[in-house]
């Protein structure tokens, strides 16, 4: 009988061992350094921003999503979410009805502040380079308790790999202008989107002094004389109307990869989809080269 109890009381102690393990609190350093801790994964998350909605379901962690902001629009389960706003008019009455027990955001987002002291817990990246991506990914992981962010970034350098052997010895080295939006701001070297040029070998006229997404001087590109010019299709009649553009060759032989919007949504998020995002590039750099020899 003593032998009896002894072992019922080493299986408790044992299971009572293993919960206490199971639940050791998550404490991760976010981009503002602060350490947030969690008893547990969170349930109910709510992103304000496309690339860590992005990153959020790419780790396998869609369902934990309670709300999202109004440009969050990938993977399409995400639709029937509560869209909370934008980055200027965030919808802090709502998200405080939504309950959620963590707050993805971006680290200059201007609601930080306001969300903390109703105690609601945020967690801020600042996203700009593949590195941050990665290191995203990882945070993400953790607090999640995915486990998937090893296998996420290994497809991402695979397509990446991928969309590389696509192009020929022909395409590669060529200048090329890749235009954010028609201020214009450019994709500079050291920006996610400039990594991935570099990785296909391609040559962007944007010098890495001038930062990830510099606002430039038209006359700027004119003298770099690019090869091919990627955009969205909303900015091509733009183009034509800048002074001295007509001389660029990419322009004057009809080298302009102009983008869909929702092929833009891909190519300007620093999310899962980086991958998908060079082989857009490639595909177009070969059908503009070969269609103007």
């Not at 981009?31 to 990153?55: A, F, Y």
């Not at 707050?103 to 969300?115: E, G, H, N, Q, Y």
């Not at 990419?250 to 102009?258: D, G, H, L």
């Not at 995002?277 to 070969?290: D, N, R």
């Amino acid at each position: 009988m003593r032998f009896c109890f002894l072992a019922v009381g080493v299986v408790v102690f044992l299971f009572g061992l293993s919960l206490s393990v199971f639940s050791a609190p998550i404490s991760v350093s976010d981009d503002r350094g602060v350490v947030i801790t969690l008893s547990n994964p969170p349930q109910r998350v709510i992103s304000l921003l496309p690339s860590l909605t992005e990153s959020v379901c790419a780790l396998g962690k869609c369902s934990t999503l309670v709300g999202i902001d109004r440009f969050s629009n990938w993977p399409k389960s995400i639709q029937h979410l509560p869209k909370l706003g934008g980055m200027g008019d965030v919808n802090i009455e709502r998200i405080v009805q939504l309950k959620p027990d963590l707050v993805l955001l971006d680290k200059t987002s201007p609601v930080i502040a306001r969300l903390n002291n109703l105690g609601i817990q945020t967690f801020a990246l600042d996203i700009k380079s593949m590195n941050d991506e990665l290191r995203a990914l990882e945070k993400l992981d953790t607090l999640l308790g995915a486990s998937e962010s090893k296998r996420v970034w290994n497809q991402i350098q695979q397509e990446i790999m991928r969309a590389r052997k696509q192009l020929s010895s022909r395409d590669k080295s060529i200048k090329v202008y890749f235009e954010v939006n028609p201020s214009p701001f450019a994709a500079g070297r050291t920006s996610f989107i400039g990594e991935i040029l570099t990785q296909l070998d391609l040559s962007n006229i944007i010098p890495e002094s001038l930062g990830p997404f510099p606002k430039i001087n038209p006359e700027f590109v004119v003298q770099a004389n690019p090869e091919v010019i990627l955009l969205t299709e909303s900015t091509l009649t733009d183009l034509q109307k800048r002074p001295g553009w007509n001389t660029i060759p990419a322009v004057s032989k009809k080298r302009i990869c102009s983008f869909t919007s929702e092929q833009n949504d891909i190519l300007v998020r620093p999310g899962p989809r980086m991958g998908e995002a060079a082989l857009l590039i490639s595909q177009c750099i070969q059908e503009k080269m070969s269609s103007s020899q």
